[in-house]
């Protein structure tokens, strides 16, 4: 199972912009996605998670300014982030809770996107 993430890059304080992670490989079903993010200096931490069924969590840091939405049936998550601050700046990795056609269950990680607040 491989995941690819894109949409990062430089934005100004209060812009916008949009995250993609797409999953491929041997997927009998994805159990929840979600998105992490590490600073430099500090820990990876958890960003905002959406489940099958579309239950979502988020960091309180991120509440009411970053959406989190999937496309089950391209194995697909996205992460909308509005109203984006400098402490915002990290590089941001994709995580899937993954079942594959043997009946494993793993969890995967995307190679992970810069994304930069700045003026």
């Known amino acids: 199972v491989q995941l690819q993430a894109s949409g990062g890059g430089l934005v100004q304080p209060g812009g916008s912009l949009r995250l993609s992670c797409t999953a491929s490989?041997?997927?009998?079903?994805?159990?929840?996605m979600g998105w992490y993010r590490q600073a430099p200096g500090k820990q990876r931490e958890l960003v905002t998670v959406?489940?099958?069924?579309?239950?979502?969590n988020y960091a309180d840091s991120v509440k009411g300014r970053f959406t989190i939405s999937r496309d089950n049936a391209k194995n697909t998550v996205f992460l909308r982030m509005n109203s984006l601050k400098p402490e915002d700046t990290a590089v941001y990795y994709c995580?899937?809770?993954?079942?594959?056609?043997?009946?494993?269950?793993?969890?995967?990680w995307g190679k992970g996107t810069l994304v930069t607040v700045s003026s």
């Open positions: 490989g041997s997927i009998f079903s994805i159990n929840a």
């Open positions: 995580n899937a809770d993954v079942t594959d056609y043997s009946g494993s269950r793993g969890d995967y």
């Open positions: 959406i489940t099958s069924g579309g239950f979502t």
